[in-house]
Nanobody, 125 residues
Framework: QVQLVESGGGLVQTGGSLRLSCAAS????????MGWFRQAPGKEREFVAA???????HYADFVKGRFTISRDNAKNTVYLEMNSLKTEDRAVYHC???????????????????WGQGTQLTVAS
């Protein structure tokens, strides 16, 4: 069982930046694909970004060029660097892990097995 703990959320102004972190408690972190999803009030959880075992990355169209996902296997941590934030980015951001996924362009949340509790991002205009 993988335990995931997100941190780094908060309140930022439109156009601002923030970095989210997700620490994983698992022995073979490098063997997992990691993803970030978000859920805004009244909306379904949606895919944001994913990073594979070889550090290949995949993004939702609405964050391309603004968000960057990365991982530090030595620290068992995945990051989401968010720039040029918009009010519509406001959501609870969850990280997720999967051992069985081989193609990170598969963005369904059902591809992921373990989830963190989430961290809130609020963007003020």
């Amino acid at each position: 069982q993988v335990q995931l703990v997100e941190s780094g959320g908060g309140l930022v102004q439109t156009g601002g930046s923030l970095r989210l972190s997700c620490a994983a408690s698992v022995r073979s972190f490098s063997a997992y694909c990691m993803g970030w999803f978000r859920q805004a009030p009244g909306k379904e959880r949606e895919f944001v970004a994913a990073i594979g075992r070889r550090r290949d990355t995949h993004y939702a169209d609405f964050v391309k060029g603004r968000f960057t996902i990365s991982r530090d296997n030595a620290k068992n941590t995945v990051y989401l660097e968010m720039n040029s934030l918009k009010t519509e980015d406001r959501a609870v951001y969850h990280c997720a892990s999967t051992y069985r996924l081989t193609d990170i362009t598969h963005t369904s949340l059902y591809e992921y097995d373990n989830w963190g509790q989430g961290t809130q991002l609020t963007v003020a205009s």
